[in-house]
Structures are given as C-alpha cells and as structure tokens.
C-alpha cells in the first residue's frame, strides 16, 4: 500500500504509539483523522503533523460509546472523501496483583475501551473500507497471546481484541478488507504513568524501566511497514514470537519468562 494521500484513522492519537504513528503517517503524506479523548494533546499532535506537510483534521473521542465512533468515522469521509485504514490503538491498561484490587470496575473499563472501543469504530468504519479495499489495523499486545500477570484485566481485554479480529478477518475474506494485528511487548508510553493500580487511581509514574524497552517511535515505524506490506500478524519481540511457540510445548517455562519479566519491569 503506498501510503501518500491515504486516509488513515488513529485511534488513540493523543500520545504515545498512536501519537509516534500519526507523525510517522504524515511524513508518508497521509491524510490525517486523529481521535482521542484529550482534545488539547490531540491539537499538539495535529499541528506537529501539519508541520511536516500532512493534511490533518482531529476528533475529540471516546471510542468506549458506539455513536462517538460513529460520528469519528463520518467526519473522517466528510472531511477527506474517503477512508482507507483504521487504526485501533486507543487504550488503557493496569498494574496490580487481582488479590489487591479493591474495585473490579477496572475489569469493565479496559474492556470497553481496548476491546469493544475498537469493535465500535471497526464497526462504523466497514462501509467505507469496502469501498476502499482497505485495511484494519488493530494494536493488540503480546498480552494478547499469553497470560501477564499483575495485568490480569488487560490482558483480558488485549485477549478478546485478538479472538474479535481473528474472526472477522474471516468474515472478510473476499470482500478486499484485510485485517492486521499488531502484538506489541512493552513500549515506552505515557500509558503506563496512567496505568490503574490496586486502589482504582493512576500510578502517576511509570513501573518499567524504559531505558530497557522499545521505543513509541520504533513501535510505530513497524506499524507503518505493516500497514504498507497488509500483514496478518506482527508480533514486535523476539520474547513474544517464541512465547507463542513455546507456550504449545512448555507452558510452564512461558509462565515463568512472563512472570521474571514483570518482577523486573521489563
């Protein structure tokens, strides 16, 4: 896919790998729609991605209410005519044991925003990805795949993300959608100074040791290769594609390598 003058949607685009995506994009000469819910943050990202020549127009959204996904999607073809990737990144995430959760609401929250935000706004978006032939990109995690443990509620949702996508991809099959799913492992990403702890509030620091793990820019610079080559799968870590494999022939030692990596934030 040749990415100049597509439309390209970014959930998510606030901060982060939907912010580092959306800089990305514009230098390809992609045609813009970001949604967030921080309108002000989203305004700083549009502008620096106008400042690098891309045509970008924003949406203040929660992709946890079906008619604000609605309303995002027709603007997106309002606004450029057309839409030709949709990019589910919004998300939150948590830290903390599930023994030590006083409130289980947490459970509800990731899955109305990293799961059902994203069956939404890839709901409202079909009509015109048929139209287009175009792409869904959903930003899942290794999370996804295998357990995580003091992430018990995301790793939930980022498991239901993957069972919804997998199966609509075939559904679509024929119709010229294709559908890529993104496993990140860890990313450096203001998600984690926000993430939930035990007591229901932000953690307000992050607990990775950053300096260990990727980069948003190099997250979002494999994203973009993937939304260029319409990949089925990319899983970003070494850790992740051999958990993948592993886990059918040793899931105890994939238990222990996920555990021995939370225990040393990273």
């Known amino acids: 896919m040749q990415l100049a003058e597509k439309v390209i949607v970014i959930t998510g685009a606030s901060s982060g790998i939907g912010a580092a995506l959306a800089l990305a994009l514009a230098r390809r000469g992609a045609r813009l729609m970001l949604a967030a819910r921080d309108g002000t943050r989203l305004a700083e990202v549009a502008t620096r991605c106008t400042k690098l020549g891309a045509r970008v127009a924003i949406q203040v959204t929660d992709v946890a209410e079906p008619a604000a996904c609605g309303r995002l999607v027709e603007r997106a073809v309002a606004e450029f005519g057309a839409l030709d990737v949709l990019v589910n990144n919004a998300g939150i995430t948590m830290w903390a044991r599930f023994e030590a959760l006083g409130d289980l609401a947490i459970f509800g929250e990731m899955m109305s925003v990293n799961y059902l935000g994203a069956v939404y706004a890839t709901h409202a978006a079909l009509a015109p990805l048929r139209k287009s032939r175009g792409l869904?990109?959903?930003?899942?995690?290794?999370?996804?795949?295998?357990?995580?443990?003091?992430?018990?509620?995301?790793?939930?949702?980022?498991?239901?993300?993957?069972?919804?996508?997998?199966?609509?991809?075939?559904?679509?099959?024929?119709?010229?959608?294709?559908?890529?799913?993104?496993?990140?492992?860890?990313?450096?990403?203001?998600?984690?100074?926000?993430?939930?702890?035990?007591?229901?509030?932000?953690?307000?620091?992050?607990?990775?040791?950053?300096?260990?793990?990727?980069?948003?820019?190099?997250?979002?610079?494999r994203i973009v290769r993937a939304i260029e080559r319409r990949e089925r799968l990319v899983v970003m870590s070494a850790r992740g594609r051999f958990g993948r494999w592993l886990k059918l022939i040793a899931p105890r030692v994939v238990d222990r390598i996920a555990a021995r990596a939370i225990r040393r934030r990273y």
């Open 136 to 221: 869904i990109v959903a930003v899942a995690s290794v999370a996804g795949f295998t357990g995580v443990p003091e992430r018990t509620a995301y790793a939930a949702s980022k498991h239901a993300m993957v069972g919804f996508f997998e199966s609509l991809r075939i559904e679509l099959a024929g119709s010229g959608i294709d559908v890529t799913i993104v496993a990140p492992d860890f990313v450096v990403s203001e998600a984690h100074k926000r993430a939930i702890g035990a007591d229901g509030r932000p953690l307000g620091a992050s607990p990775m040791q950053t300096a260990r793990i990727m980069t948003a820019e190099a997250c979002a610079a």
